[in-house]
């Protein structure tokens, strides 16, 4: 069996189709409450996922591109710091290099031969060149062959053969030279600024050796944070300074030499597989920016290079991409962690308004229909009643014809002398019992008039506590004879309601012995009838509870139709419920019923009071009144 | 006893039958009508002193009948006996000076009682 919906008091009085007949109204109640348990789950569904969608979805865009946008802001802000950091560097390299040999220029273009050659006086001019910082380690003069013709340092090269070298042959050629870094004879790293001086008589050549730690603390002193770092290479990736991190001087830097293009530029490259740089500077197409992923570019660095004018040398800021991105990163963090948090408050509120809307449109559900059950019962009782009005005077004028035939029969009867004792009394019998069929079917025609009847007998003030107690006098015999107790509980000086006083009465005594046959089959039981005013509807209720056996869900539903009866047959005629009910509703009041199954049943009738009892109530007595009492 | 003059008004001719017959035996002098105009022109010729009307008939119906006779012969007294029994017409009926307004079918014994009434009642206002 399917159970019913747990809905409010109202009975289900009628089939929402309004049809007359129980059994169609039973089934389409039926079928009623799942169709709705599905449709409200439904409805809880499509809500959620409305509401859901319409915030969570700008929320993640929303989310999304202010991502992006603080990525490429970012990414454009870094390109803009590295830059400014590789150039200024460039510059302090360059102009390191040019001002030494500005240096170197200046004495091989003031100097002659004859004057450098004398050692005491290439000793001055190194003393000179030395003024402002120690830049040069020495300085020699060589001649046409290649070899020294003066020198000054700390080293023993005076036999040494330079024409066959490539710097020798070079600055011979262009006039000036800076070499790469290299080891040569003293197995020291350094670099040298020749000259080819020609002042005088006589060519030769000035050369003068820096060590490459100078280049090197040049560079050192823009250290970048816990992983910058910032070195010169030459055109083949070798070291021209020492490296802040891994390798040395001289060694074979790991960078991806032919991605170097143009003057200087920036790239975002991946150690292991640097054939995934790219360059933000020229602007990052989404999908790359996707692809690198701020967020998943931890073992990726950022690589800022610069061209040296001369030599040709490149100058690189390197930098981790997690340190440079570190605060960004913190601040996308955030954003994510706000946004799943934003998402996850916007469920939790999308499902708790969506419950509650459902729960309001649920009790408004329930109150049209029980108010549309109602207006179904009150037309269908009012269509039924004229049926049943037609049957039964029909049903009248033959039964009259009968009675008529049965008492002239029963007068030829007498006037026969001559017949049998025997046959006269079974006919006698037979005659006496077409009076109780008669009798019977005039009882239930009676009762049919009465249910359709509209009542225009003027309606009294009545006290609802003595018409009960009256009720229950006429009934308290039947009830103990079944062993039923009846209790009540009356509210005092309850106000007046105006009714009809016979039916009222007929309400109560349907009410009360319904409530004793309950108990049929029980060796004992109780029925309670209380009174109370309910002053938020104005109206007077009162409840008739019994302990009998209660009534199934299937039969709650028809208890108020016409004809329904569960008693047996000959017992009842199934209209003492509807009738009640036809009472109650005419006198603007109504009836409702709650049942458990082998507890017991309540019926509750209300009655509208008068607006002028309800004040009656509300002030009480009046003074004047108790001291008429007294 | 004087037997009161019986006028039957009703168109079920089997129920008229029947009730003439059976009211006959008992000493009653009924006369049967059909309907209510020939109700209203036998009251002209001769003289009744209780009317059992019943209050459906094709036609006139009872309460028009019943107007009419009270305009003519006000001390008649009459009896509803219907099978299309209501309240409004119940009232309709009393006011307008019916005896009694009685549902069919009705056992001959409590049509007799109320004939006796009816009768005794007449009997009063004509000795007023």
């Known amino acids: ?630 | 006893m004087i037997k009161p003059r019986l006028l039957l008004v009703d168109d079920e001719i089997p129920f008229t039958a029947n009730l003439s017959k059976l009211l006959s035996r008992r000493g009653y002098d009924v006369s049967v009508v059909n309907d209510g105009k020939s109700a209203l022109r036998i009251i002209e010729e001769q003289k009744f002193d209780v009317v059992i009307l019943d209050q459906k008939m094709p036609g006139m119906d009872g309460i028009t009948t019943l107007r009419e006779i009270k305009k003519k012969r006000p001390h008649m007294e009459v009896i509803i006996l219907t099978g299309y029994g209501s309240g409004d017409s119940a009232l309709d009926g009393l006011q307008l000076g019916a005896y009694d307004y009685t549902m069919k079918p009705i056992q001959l014994s409590d049509l007799e009682e109320k004939i006796g009434q009816a009768f005794q009642r007449k009997l009063l206002q004509e000795k007023e």
């Open chain 1, 1 to 630: 069996m399917i159970a019913p919906p747990k809905e409010s008091s109202i009975p289900r009085l009628a089939s929402p189709d309004g049809s007359m007949f129980g059994r169609a109204a039973k089934g389409a109640n039926v079928r009623r409450p799942v169709f709705h348990t599905r449709s409200y789950a439904k409805l809880l569904r499509r809500f959620i996922l409305v509401s859901v969608t319409c915030s969570v979805l700008p929320l993640l865009l929303v989310g999304w591109a202010s991502y992006l946008y603080y990525s490429q802001f970012s990414l454009s802000r870094m390109a803009d710091y590295f830059q400014k950091t590789v150039e200024y560097n460039r510059k302090i390299v360059e102009s390191f290099l040019q001002e030494r040999t500005a240096d170197v220029k200046l004495v091989a273009y003031t100097n002659s031969l004859d004057y450098l050659k004398d050692p005491s006086n290439l000793k001055e001019v190194f003393h000179l060149l030395n003024l402002e910082g120690s830049h040069f380690t020495d300085l020699g003069v060589i001649g046409k062959a290649g070899k020294y013709l003066s020198y000054v340092g700390p080293y023993d090269l005076m036999d040494k053969d330079y024409s066959e070298t490539f710097w020798f042959k070079e600055v011979k050629e262009k006039g000036v030279y800076i070499s790469d870094v290299f080891m040569g004879y003293r197995k020291v790293p350094h670099v040298i600024i020749a000259v080819l001086g020609s002042k005088g008589e006589g060519a030769y050549v000035l050369r003068a050796t820096i060590y490459s730690e100078f280049l090197t603390s040049l560079v050192e002193t823009a250290k970048l944070g816990q992983t910058g770092e910032v070195f010169l290479v030459n055109r083949e990736g070798i070291y021209q300074t020492g490296p802040r991190f891994k390798g040395k001087i001289m060694d074979q830097a790991s960078l991806p030499m032919n991605s170097f293009t143009g003057e200087s530029g920036i790239l975002i490259t991946d150690p292991i597989e640097p054939q995934n740089s790219f360059s933000p500077e020229r602007g990052i197409p989404i999908t790359d920016l996707i692809k690198y992923g701020l967020m998943q570019s931890r073992s990726q660095q950022v690589l800022a290079y610069s061209w040296l004018k001369h030599p040709d040398w490149l100058l690189v800021v390197k930098q981790d991409f997690s340190e440079v991105f570190g605060d960004i990163n913190h601040v996308n963090t955030a954003i994510l962690v706000l946004l799943h948090a934003s998402i996850l408050a916007i469920l939790i509120v999308s499902v708790f308004t969506a419950k509650y809307m459902i729960k309001v449109i649920k009790k408004r559900d329930q109150e049209a229909e029980g108010l549309n059950r109602q207006l179904m019962q009150a037309s269908k009782l009012a269509s039924i009643g004229e049926l049943a009005a037609g049957v039964a005077h029909e049903i009248n004028n033959p039964l009259a014809v009968i009675l008529t035939e049965n008492q002239v029969i029963r007068d030829l009867t007498e006037d026969e002398q001559n017949l049998d004792a025997n046959f006269r009394d079974e006919l006698v019998q037979s005659l006496s019992q077409i009076d109780t069929q008669v009798e019977r079917c005039s009882h239930i025609t009676q009762n049919l008039l009465r249910f359709s009847r509209r009542i225009s007998v003027a309606s009294q003030f009545i006290d609802l506590n003595v018409s009960l107690k009256h009720v229950v006098g006429l009934l308290e015999k039947r009830a103990s004879s079944y062993g039923v107790q009846i209790s009540l509980d009356f509210q005092e000086k309850l106000p007046k309601v105006s009714a009809f006083p016979f039916e009222l009465e007929q309400v109560f005594v349907n009410l009360i012995n319904n409530a004793i046959d309950a108990h049929d089959g029980k060796p004992y039981g109780s029925i309670n009838i209380a009174t109370r005013f309910d002053s938020s509807r104005n109206g007077l209720v009162t409840t008739v509870a019994d302990t009998g056996s209660g009534i199934p869900d299937s039969d709650l539903e028809r208890i108020f139709d016409p004809f329904f009866t569960t008693k047996p047959v000959g017992k009842g005629t199934g209209l003492g419920l509807s009738i009640s009910y036809s009472i109650i509703r005419q006198m603007g009041g109504d009836i409702s019923v709650q049942s458990e199954l082998g507890k017991g049943t309540e019926f509750t009738v209300f009655l509208p009071c008068p607006a002028a009892a309800q004040s009656e109530i509300l002030e009480g007595p009046r003074k004047d009144d108790l001291n008429d009492k007294a």
